[in-house]
């Protein structure tokens, strides 16, 4: 007789850390950073979107985990280039898609 052991991991879709919206303030003058953390197995890609546009590019730093993948979408310093108002995150895997929603604005 032998025995067969088979370890089965579930897939789920995208879930978020934290809330699913969130008002970000910045000063006029300063760093511009908003981050977003997603839980799926496997672990879910990330976009930052605005307007339907990508805006992903080389403001962007991603760390991806066992079951998760966060990103920071980062400027060192507010310009004409910053994408203030609504911007979205979306996370994907195979199973589904969901995203979090941030409005961004200059204090003041």
């Known amino acids: 007789n032998s025995t067969v052991e088979v370890n089965v991991i579930e897939s789920f879709a995208p879930v978020f850390y934290g809330a699913k919206k969130e008002v970000q303030e910045f000063d006029e003058k300063g760093y511009f950073i908003l981050e977003c953390k997603a839980f799926g197995i496997p672990p879910p890609s ?3 979107v605005k307007a339907g ?3 992903s590019g080389t403001a962007v730093e991603t760390v991806k985990g ?3 993948t966060e990103s920071f ?3 060192s310093k507010i ?3 910053t994408p ?3 911007i979205k995150c979306v996370a ?3 199973l589904s ?3 979090k929603d941030f409005f961004t604005r200059i204090k003041g």
């Open 46 to 48: 990330l976009e930052w």
């Open 53 to 55: 546009t990508n805006i």
């Open 66 to 68: 066992f079951n998760y």
């Open 73 to 75: 979408l980062k400027y």
């Open 79 to 81: 310009n004409k280039n």
């Open 84 to 86: 203030l108002g609504d």
């Open 92 to 94: 994907a895997n195979r």
């Open 97 to 99: 898609s969901a995203s």
